[in-house]
């Protein structure tokens, strides 16, 4: 059997404030589109996405060490699943967001 901790933290997401005088700075390589501009929501987007992915997998994960009475504590399950549901609000959210953003740059005038 796996040694686990009791509760394992959650790990932080990368930090968004780190833009100084046009770079991102974020710990990842630069993203940048043909107008020379940061792509920094692409980089965002990747971060939650991926997050999404690593809970959901850490969920079954913990299912499956479950059902085959292999998980010593039952309890990190319920624990992961709120983790991936959390991961999921915040990429709908996102996503909506990006939409109503979208959806309100096309009703400018130019």
Avoid: C
């Avoid at 833009?19 to 939650?48: A, C, H, M, P």
């Avoid at 913990?62 to 990190?76: E, F, M, R, V």
């Amino acid at each position: 059997m796996e040694a686990t901790a009791f509760i394992a933290p959650l790990r932080a997401w990368e930090n968004v404030n780190d833009i100084r005088g046009g770079e991102y700075n974020g710990g990842r390589r630069e993203t940048t589109n043909d107008n020379g501009q940061i792509g920094l929501f692409q980089d965002v987007f990747k971060s939650v996405v991926n997050q999404v992915k690593e809970t959901q997998a850490d969920v079954e994960t913990k299912q499956y060490l479950l059902s085959t009475g292999q998980l010593d504590d039952a309890h990190t399950l319920p624990i992961a699943e709120a983790k991936a549901s959390f991961s999921l609000d915040v990429l709908i959210t996102l996503r909506n967001k990006t939409l109503e953003s979208y959806n309100e740059l096309i009703k400018i005038n130019v």
